[in-house]
């Protein structure tokens, strides 16, 4: 609710202080998250003890800091659990994997980032350096899964999401604004798939295809990790770029999407009578 009079304040200053832990920051002092929160430490402290109480902190580093719990943990694989992507997903990913090779995911977005949720690893030698895990946050504007992702978005709604003059630069390649984040997603859109080398991680490529909901929207991606060492070839062949295509189609349509059947709406008014407009 939008309404202050519903906030209960404790509950909101605790889950700042979960959202302010990620990959970069693992843990922080409560004196930290106090100076970054704008809280007086007397209640951090209270907090982050009420915290770790509850499995959703824990100490590290000589007890003077603090990293997120296990109870985190159960949350989040619940979560994910219930989700009709994972569910439909993870014998999709196990079978792309199987035919391609090469280690598969499902990603989705969340706000400016991207979220791995499901995964099927390869083991097989030398692919071991490919081990983003199922939680793994990545900027979505940096990677090739963020770029199908966000290609729902015209321009107006980019330009909100990103309000900065120039993007947080990771590689050379990736875009500095959003006017050319814009330019790579419509080049995407059009061809219905992306292929990145070295665009977020180098000496990985990746292939990706985006999923879509029974309204037509992108609701995920999935895709293949290929790494490059040694003498491996680099370029995508036509066939693993088929192989993710067909994958993520047959989620979409597990999915519900009809895409000769426009939304479910329209489905709807299609069953009752009522012309197109």
């Known amino acids: 609710m939008n309404d202050s009079a519903y906030v209960v304040p404790g509950l909101e200053r605790g ?3 979960l959202a302010e832990f990620s990959p970069r ?18 209640t951090v402290f209270r907090l982050v003890q009420t915290l770790e109480s509850l499995g959703f902190l824990e100490r590290a580093e000589n007890e003077r800091y603090y990293q997120l719990g296990v109870a985190i943990l159960r ?4 979560y994910l659990s219930s989700l009709e992507l994972t569910d439909f997903g993870i014998p999709l990913l196990e ?4 035919l391609t090779g090469f280690t598969s995911h499902i990603v989705i977005r969340d706000g400016r980032d991207i979220v791995f949720v499901a995964k ?9 350096t490919v081990r983003v895990n199922v939680g793994t946050r990545l900027p ?3 990677t090739i899964h963020g770029r199908v992702l966000l290609s729902d978005l015209d321009m107006d709604a980019l330009g909100r999401l ?20 814009y330019e790579l997603i419509r080049v995407d859109l059009t061809r219905g798939y992306a292929v990145g080398e070295s665009y977020f991680e180098r000496d990985i490529s990746v292939v990706t295809a985006p999923v879509k909901d029974e309204e037509g929207r992108i609701a995920a991606v999935v895709t293949v990790t290929v790494p490059h060492g040694g003498e491996r070839e680099r370029r995508i062949p036509d066939e693993l770029v088929e192989r993710v295509r067909a994958a993520a189609n047959e989620l979409s349509l597990r999915l519900n999407y009809r895409p000769d059947q426009g939304s479910s709406a ?8 009522v012309p197109p407009r």
């Open 266 to 273: 329209d489905r709807f008014l299609h069953a009752i009578g």
């Open 15 to 17: 889950l700042r202080i």
């Open 95 to 98: 079978r792309l994997r199987d």
């Open 140 to 142: 979505a504007h940096a």
């Open 120 to 128: 099927a690893q390869c083991f097989e030698a030398g692919f071991g």
């Open 162 to 181: 990103y309000p900065e003059p120039e993007l947080e630069q990771f590689t050379e390649r990736t875009p500095r604004t959003v006017a050319e984040l």
């Open 75 to 78: 949350l989040g694989f619940e």
């Open 25 to 42: 920051e693992p843990v922080l002092s409560a004196a930290e998250l106090a100076r970054r929160l704008r809280i007086p430490r007397t």
